[in-house]
């Protein structure tokens, strides 16, 4: 049994979608710890019949407390999570942050084109 202790922090998420996928598979996590930004996405397999443990991992070093905790989900919502401790496994449900203003990845989506049931096309 490993019983090595370290002075060393860290925090782990669980992303839980709503009107993204179920498992928040590519949300985008940025954790602010003091002046470092730290940036990690959630991802499933990596390679042929594979599978990447779903929850994000950073290391904090001696960094004892979190300043921010930032949220892009893959509908769209940015979101802030106050609160979480260090040393801890966190489940982050999208729609139980407090919601950010973003900017949409995509400019164009809004955008898009929607034909109308009068829209004449000629396919030549």
Known sequence: MNTVRSAN????????GVRSNRD???????????KRTLVDEVRSG??????N????HFGL??????DAVQVRWP?????????????????LKEGTGTAIAAT???PDAARRFIPKATDQYYLG
């Open 9 to 16: 922090h860290w925090v782990a998420f669980k992303t839980v």
């Open 61 to 66: 070093g001696a960094a004892s407390k979190l």
């Open 46 to 51: 990596s390679s042929y019949i594979s599978q």
């Open 104 to 106: 949409p990845k995509n």
């Open 53 to 56: 443990d779903l929850r994000v």
């Open 24 to 34: 928040g598979i590519g949300a985008k996590l940025t954790v602010k710890i003091g």
């Open 75 to 91: 509908s769209g919502l940015v979101e802030h999570f106050d609160n979480l401790a260090v040393d801890a496994l966190h489940a």
